[in-house]
């Protein structure tokens, strides 16, 4: 049997820990951030109703490109932006607007974009415009561009790697939808077209994208092929994302196939949105009363409180081969509800996404082997689930073999420089505990190499990342990190303009409230 993993035994002077249930007098429970030695107070109610009050949970950049000065102008773009722009702000969203901007502007609103949407539970981006690949990356063009050599594009465009990078610390949900690929946007010349055929410039429009875990970019069409603009006010894509976006109750994932479906049948089958990517793990509803689903904290609770009717939506995902889809009615089949836990089916729907590679699937299986829920119990098999999962690069199974290495488990013997170097990649992949406890271990002098400055970068990002007990950790016990760390912790506040006060190590009130506005709360 493996161990408890509600806490780590050792030197360290504060680990948090989350990741794999574990059964504990015959119920079921979630491991969950635990401090090692005495128990947090709580934030006050203040702190509380600012927390809920402070920014947006919903952040939206709309971007659209029309009246191109160099290249061929584009006939409904920006009306497709502010039309998508006026949607998102009807579902509670944040927009920043940006329509017909020249190169710099573009880059200091993407800038600004990614600051706001560290904070926020849904950051996405619409983008309606020129866009193309060069040299093997894709760039989405602004409305100043000019060129006669392609080997200039990446100087004089935006490339979608920071595109991406803008929504890739949203806490929950991160979306890019790009209606895009509407043409080779640049004049048929013999350099160009020798430059094409040297592949230094795609032919027709974007390519293939790779966007991180957890992020889905919707494309217009398929890679690399054209988008049409329509006879409409709108393009096929974009009435498409009008219309489907803000249907109540349906959930996100179900929203997209409906907005490809639509966008077949008003092109009579001449053009396909493609997905790439993935969605987040949790369920997620942009429109309706189901859309509180989203305030639950632990993700299988969210997919539990779904309604029988959304079951049956995600059953016909699943049906098509849709792995979160079998992950989501995998969790509902746990259901704390005798009358509608599962057991069986949890196991049969978590082993067909793992079969399909899925690596959270893998990880909740291995925990219905490691405790024998709708299976027989087989730790082995368990650690090589955990293994697989990690593998791929899923967080919170590199993060609890990091705990397993620590403390030691059955088949797995203790091993401090493993468990370490996971805790290291699960940090580095931005898993919230991980970043906490590595920094606990840098504090401690037991990751060689590692200094005050690189613990306090790591309790930053875990600031960042919007899980309380971070914060909640840091504001009730003070001195629980060395005055090396907390002076570096006060210096990189600083740096992002949350704290102006001395950097002297004592995380009074002036840093504690620069804590909280890092975090989201109010100041």
């Known amino acids: ?58 952040v939206a950049l709309v971007v659209g490109m029309a009246a191109y000065t160099s290249i061929a102008p584009l006939r409904n773009t920006e009306a497709d932006a502010r ?5 998102l702000e009807r579902l509670g969203f944040t927009v920043d607007l940006a329509v017909d901007v020249p190169l710099a502007q573009m880059k200091d609103t993407i800038a600004g974009f990614s600051r706001k949407s560290e904070t926020a539970d849904i950051a996405m981006v619409y983008y309606a415009g020129h866009g193309v690949e060069a040299a093997g990356e894709n760039y989405l063009i602004p409305i100043d561009i000019e060129i006669d ?43 160009l077209a020798a430059a094409a055929g040297a592949s230094a410039m795609g032919s027709g429009g974007l390519s293939t994208p790779d966007p991180s875990q957890g992020m889905l970019v919707v494309y217009a069409a398929e890679g690399g092929k054209v988008a049409l603009d329509g006879e409409g006010e709108h393009s096929p894509f974009t009435s498409a994302v009008l219309e489907s976006l803000p249907r109540p109750n349906i959930e996100i994932g179900l929203v997209f196939r409906q907005i490809r479906d639509r966008v077949m049948t008003l092109t009579a089958n001449r053009q396909q949105p493609h997905f790439y990517g993935s969605l987040s793990g949790a ?6 009363e189901d859309a509180k689903v989203a305030a639950i904290t632990d993700k299988a609770s969210q997919w539990q409180a779904l309604k029988p009717d ?18 989501g009615l995998g969790y509902m089949a746990l259901s704390p509800d005798s009358a509608k836990f599962q057991p069986a089916e949890a196991f049969r729907l978590f082993s067909k996404a793992a079969e399909a590679g899925d690596a959270e699937a893998m990880f909740e299986l291995g925990k219905l082997h490691e405790k024998g829920i709708g299976t027989p119990q087989n730790v082995a098999e368990a650690l090589k689930l955990y293994r697989r999962s990690a593998d791929l690069g899923f967080a919170d199974a590199i993060n609890d073999l990091g705990f397993l290495y620590y403390q030691g488990a059955e088949g797995l013997p203790r091993d401090a420089k493993q468990a370490i170097a996971l805790f290291v990649k699960a940090a580095d992949l931005r898993h919230p505990q991980a970043m906490f406890n590595v920094a606990a271990l840098i504090d401690d002098g037991m990751i060689p190499g590692k200094t005050p400055e690189d613990a306090a970068a790591y309790l930053y990002q875990a600031l960042r990342s919007g899980v309380s007990d971070v914060l909640e950790q840091l504001t009730s016990r003070p001195t629980m990190f060395k005055p090396e760390t907390r002076r570096a912790l006060q210096a990189e506040l600083q740096r992002n303009r949350f704290y102006a006060g001395a950097l002297d190590g004592d995380l009074g009130a002036g840093t504690q409230r620069g804590m909280r506005i890092a975090f989201g709360q109010a100041q």
Do not use: Y
Not at 83 to 87: K, N, P
């Open 283 to 288: 369920p997620f509803f942009l429109a309706g």
């Open 83 to 87: 039309a998508v722009a006026a949607m």
């Open 310 to 327: 959304q079951a049956g939506q995600l059953a016909g995902l699943a049906e098509e081969g849709n792995t979160r889809a079998m992950i």
């Open 1 to 58: 049997m493996l161990p408890s993993r509600r806490l780590i035994a050792g030197a360290a002077a504060a680990l948090l820990l989350a990741g794999v249930a574990m059964a504990q007098e015959g119920q079921p429970q979630t491991r969950g951030l635990m401090p090692i030695k005495t128990a947090v107070g709580r934030v006050t109610a203040e702190e509380a109703e600012a927390s809920r009050e402070l920014g947006a949970k919903r």
């Open 149 to 191: 050599d392609p080997a200039k594009i990446p100087d004089r465009a935006v490339s979608l790697r920071s595109v991406l990078g803008s929504v890739a610390h949203a806490r929950k949900l991160r979306i890019v939808i790009l209606d895009s690929c509407r043409n080779n946007p640049f004049p048929a010349s013999p350099g």
